[in-house]
């Protein structure tokens, strides 16, 4: 599967965005799928998951509460709603896909993501 995410841009502290991303190819529905950040200097690190069929979703601590993962498998589309944004919520946001065989929860490793999206940056002026 290839993604690409779009949605990023400069937002003030306490404003929203909401990050999208487009999948192509086959058996969308088989992937769980994840939005990871990077921020400059720092590791890639996991914002949040969900599974193929929506019905679980996984958050890191410092996102819960603000941000909300969906996807819509018959439009192939992944999406991150952020909302009360902060300064230190600055970096370059990534979709990603895992290929599952039976439902699972969505992991929030890099290792376990096949296929990953150019990213889309995001930055927070304070």
């Known amino acids: 599967v290839q993604l690409q995410a779009s949605g990023g841009g400069l937002v003030q502290a306490g404003g929203s965005l909401r990050l999208s991303c487009t999948a192509s190819?086959?058996?969308?529905?088989?992937?769980?799928m994840a939005w990871f950040r990077q921020a400059p200097g720092k590791e890639r690190e996991f914002v949040s998951g969900?599974?193929?069929?929506?019905?679980?979703?996984d958050y890191a601590d410092f996102v819960k509460g603000r941000f909300a993962i969906s996807r819509d498998n018959d439009k192939k589309m992944v999406y991150l709603q952020m909302n009360s944004l902060k300064p230190e919520d600055t970096a370059v946001y990534y979709c990603?896909?895992?290929?599952?065989?039976?439902?699972?929860?969505?992991?929030?490793?890099?290792?376990?993501?096949?296929?990953w999206g150019q990213g889309t940056l995001v930055t927070v002026s304070s």
């Open positions: 990603a896909a895992d290929w599952v065989i039976s439902s699972t929860p969505p992991s929030s490793s890099t290792s376990d993501y096949d296929s």
């Open positions: 190819g086959r058996f969308f529905s088989r992937y769980n």
């Open positions: 969900i599974s193929r069929s929506g019905g679980s979703t």
